[in-house]
């Protein structure tokens, strides 16, 4: 398979070397920008939230995992939809078939279907999505993704197993909680006992909306009465150090609508809380595919 | 066949002279339809062309009768327009003094648009887009039509089969609000260059005056929150008032005044000045009737019982108060604002509400304003289906 060609950003995420991906690929961090909000019809920007959030980790001290930055996808060479989608997809393909941990910058959240879609050899996989919405919306009349309905179609994916949404709130046309039989949904922490106890691969998604408004305000869509940083990263820390996190992604941080960089630097430090995580669990249980 | 008293009435009618309606305007005109409104109303229709020909001889005063023939169907055509408003009796042409609303290019919700008639839904959306009460204000008065921008992001829909509103879910409740609680928009007050504060506040008066005679509940968004106060002085007309202000303390002499202005409004009781937390309470020199409550005060025990139990309340909530990104000042968690709401629906009758302080070029304003909105909605569910 050809390698996917992947733009390469003026410095990587957290000051990590960005380039091509190195020889020895097993167990590393790769991270995968994916600067598209084609996804949202509403409210545009989260095209440039790779680089938001890149810039902003500068600021942040090393989290104690490392990795390297492989740059972003293409999306404005006239690609349609679809094809940034596949784009996504096969350079995710690429970095899990070399056995590394794909974390992916977005972008909107539509994006993150390529990414779970592409981990398919890792299932059963059981996600938990950081969001203040629970991203199930019908399908009807759209045969394209976007970010209202991207986790009913990860739904639909034959290896994800169980789904966990963390942070929905605020007003919704109806309850959006009875959505699916795997799917869980709860406001905020406590983390629930039975997702810190098992062995499957673990996707985590974190759709920076999750957050209150007045700590990342520079979101499409917020919602009031979110969760706090501390407690967002309190929770990736424990997921990341109890389950095997096998790729995980932010998204939806749009640097047009943010506010002196909050909503880019809580992205990135609650990406350091989740790298924090992962280098606290023993590297053989969590960094391969191995036993997946 | 007998004669109905409508007969008669039409045939009358048919009989006088009419004319024009000083506020008819033509939206669209092409070789076969005119699409005609009322400027006063937004009242609009589609006739043929034979017909917006036939209705122009009405420039000068003349008989229907007389111009297209008794009892022909250009005659009836003719009575349909004048019960419409397009044609008005001659001697009887209202002045035409400028329009007072206008219509916004989309709606609070997306909820159907509100003529400026008595308006049979159960709450009604007022926009007055003002802000010459306040020096921080500058640039609340997009403030409506940017917050119906926002509110799209949450739109007012109806069941496929009743025809009932469906409302929300308040997913922080664990329930359905406004199910069944029909909304209208009735567009913006008009504010012409130059205008006096005087002239519009009346105008704001009559407006209202026009949409809430079968009772609807009035929303007004502003603008800054001196435009509460025309909508505060209509309502305390049909009954003893209590105001309820979630706000930061006034901080320009106006603002002070307004409350002891408003207080001095015959039925209008108490004034209760919700605010943030860091603020102090009353002022040894506040007037009689007005209390300074902060908000965790309010929700622990002190608002509910100094007002007491089952008051008409108006109820203004600033949205420059609400907490957000990079201010520093004392401000309103939304989760304080929306217990409070619901703590006041359940023991008072909410009898209009204000979302004032609504300025698109203050910071975050995305966030803020999508709080404003999920605010509004509590505080419609507080006065419509409080539980």
Redesign the interface.
Known sequence: MTRPRLQLPPHGLFDWAAGEAPARRKGNIEVIGVPSDFGNA??SGARLGPAAIRASSLGLPQPAAGGIDRGDVEVFDDADWAQIIERVRAAVVDTAEAGALPLVLGGDHAVSYAAVAALDQAGPLDIVWFDAHTDFCPLTDTGWHNHKQVLRRIAGLGHVGRMLVIG??????????QQWANLDVI?GGPLPESWLRSERPLYVSVDIDSLD?????G???????GLGLPALCDMLRTLARERRVMGADVMEVNPL?D??E?TSLAAATALAALLDGMAARSPAAHRTFEGA | MSVTAASIATSKAIGEALVLSPWMEVEHLDETTATIYLSSDGTRIRVPLPLHRLLLKFRAPAVPSEVAGAGSGAAKALDQLRKKGFLVPADAVPARNGRQVTDPPVRLFDAPAQKLAPARADVVVLGVPWDFGEAGAAGARRGPLAIRDISLQLLYRLDRESGRPIGWYDADRRRAILAGVTIADAGDIIVHHGEGRSAVFERIRDVLDALTGEGALPVLLGGDSSVAYPLIDQRRQNGALDVIRIGRPAASTGAMARSRQLLALPGVERYAQVVPVGFGADHGDDPEGYMRVPIDAALEHALVPQLGEGRRVHVGIDVDALAHAGDSRPSFAYRQVHALLCRLGRAHRIASVDLCGINPWAPCWGAVSMTAVHLLLTALSAAKDPA
Not at chain 1, 213 to 217: D, H, L, R
Not at chain 1, 219 to 225: I, N, Q, S
């Open positions: 509403y409210v929905h709130r605020g007003l919704t046309y109806f309850d959006e909680t406001g408004p007045c700590i990342a305000p979101t499409g869509h917020p919602v009031p009465g609508l506010h002196g909050m």
